[in-house]
């Protein structure tokens, strides 16, 4: 009795899928134009900062080549000569 279930479930879901397939295949967007009446205006609130302005990194971890590595901590020479060079565009 149980096993009948099933199978009629299983042969339902499985119809289903085949009719959504089938469904999403060979069945067509309808396409309206939008008029500019219809455009939402898009406000950018608050003031534009540039991007040298927000990145603010903790630590730099630098590659050396060779697997070496090392870290340039804020308020040292290498740290702001790196810092200098991004908010300068290079």
Known sequence: MIERLKTAVLASLILLSLLQSYLLAY?????????????VKTDLPGTQIP????L?????????????H????PNSKVYNDIVENIKRGR
Do not use: I, R
Not at 27 to 39: A, D, Q
Not at 51 to 54: G, T
């Open 56 to 68: 603010f990194p903790d630590q730099l971890v630098l590659h050396l080549g060779n697997q070496q």
């Open 70 to 73: 090392t870290v340039a901590y």
């Open 51 to 54: 991007l040298e302005e927000l």
């Open 27 to 39: 069945s067509y967007p309808k396409l309206e134009p939008v008029t500019p009446e219809k455009y």
